[in-house]
């Protein structure tokens, strides 16, 4: 069953509790690559290829938007 997609905030420590915290409860993670930022580029790129696989799966906006459809 899906289940909402966890959206995350432009701080990286809340987007990545927050990815985390919804894998563990159990839900069907989304992340929005396109609505998500960090201020450091080498910890944004290194959750986006090393972290946020492991807990659910990506897309852009206009994606989730197509298959919310």
């Known amino acids: 069953m899906a289940r909402h997609p966890a959206l ?4 990286p ?4 509790s927050t990815a985390r915290a919804a894998y563990e409860h159990g ?15 080498e910890a944004h790129r290194h ?12 897309g852009s906006t206009a994606l989730l938007a197509k298959t919310r459809a």
């Open 8 to 11: 995350s905030r432009p701080c």
């Open 13 to 16: 420590c809340s987007r990545n």
């Open 27 to 41: 839900y069907n993670v989304t992340l929005v690559t396109d609505a998500m930022t960090d201020r450091d580029a």
């Open 47 to 58: 959750s986006m290829e090393r972290i946020f696989p492991l807990l659910g799966e990506s």
